[in-house]
T-cell receptor
Framework: GAVVSQHPSRVICKSGTSVKIECRSLDFQATTMFWYRQFPKQSLMLMATSNEGSKATYEQGVEKDKFLINHASLTLSTLTVTSAHPEDSSFYIC??????????FGSGTRLTVV | DAKTTQPPSMDCAEGRAANLPCNHSTISGNEYVYWYRQIHSQGPQYIIHGLKNNETNEMASLIITEDRKSSTLILPHATLRDTAVYYCIVDQTGANNLFFGTGTRLTVIP
């Protein structure tokens, strides 16, 4: 079945630094990938839609200059959290759509900013 | 915006069937009903989806009412490993967004 690999699974960074999270579709091409953020005991919140070869589409309230998304190939999208602060600590999850088979999700990245 | 309503939590005895309801009264004709579940600190896992007919796979069954305004996910023999948050989502094929509601936290009790 469709597999989406997300890396790293956990990362701890210092406040003010940047962190890059990778999302790869392993056995299919994904022209569109999605990035979510999940705070403890809350549901997934869609942050942005990543489009291969073009600019990402951000949901209302998500700062595009802070959460940089790059989708340079049909199998890779990256999310960079720039100048991270403790309030950016969260669980970040990517997903990709595979036709009518629905969405496949990565295993998530636990970001802790100290 | 989430278009579904689910009870926040449910319990189920191990070995019994777990029936998880979902209301999606504003569903449109070309929107599918998808079910995912999320085990703690993992990404959501696909379970099943359907348009208007009932569906069954190795994980679960999906019963969609005739008017499509609600559906029920059935786990026929719940195990402890089925403890998770279950999300019911309506999605239009070709649409580029997937919004999650609050889901149902299912606890399977030994």
């Amino acid at each position: 079945g469709a597999v989406v690999s997300q890396h790293p699974s956990r990362v701890i960074c210092k406040s003010g630094t940047s962190v890059k999270i990778e999302c790869r579709s392993l056995d299919f091409q994904a022209t569109t990938m999605f990035w979510y953020r999940q705070f403890p005991k809350q549901s997934l919140m869609l942050m942005a839609t990543s489009n291969e070869g073009s600019k990402a589409t951000y949901e209302q309230g998500v700062e595009k200059d802070k959460f940089l998304i790059n989708h340079a190939s049909l199998t890779l999208s990256t999310l960079t959290v720039t100048s991270a602060h403790p309030e950016d600590s969260s669980f970040y999850i990517c997903s990709a759509r595979r036709g009518t088979y629905g969405y496949t999700f990565g295993s998530g990245t636990r970001l802790t900013v100290v | 915006d989430a278009k579904t309503t689910q009870p926040p939590s449910m319990d189920c005895a191990e070995g019994r069937a777990a029936n998880l309801p979902c209301n999606h009264s504003t569903i449109s004709g070309n929107e599918y009903v998808y079910w995912y579940r999320q085990i703690h600190s993992q990404g959501p896992q696909y379970i099943i989806h359907g348009l208007k007919n009932n569906e069954t796979n190795e994980m679960a069954s999906l019963i969609i009412t005739e008017d499509r305004k609600s559906s029920t996910l059935i786990l026929p023999h719940a195990t402890l490993r089925d403890t998770a948050v279950y999300y019911c989502i309506v999605d239009q094929t070709g649409a580029n967004n997937l919004f999650f509601g609050t889901g149902t936290r299912l606890t399977v009790i030994p």
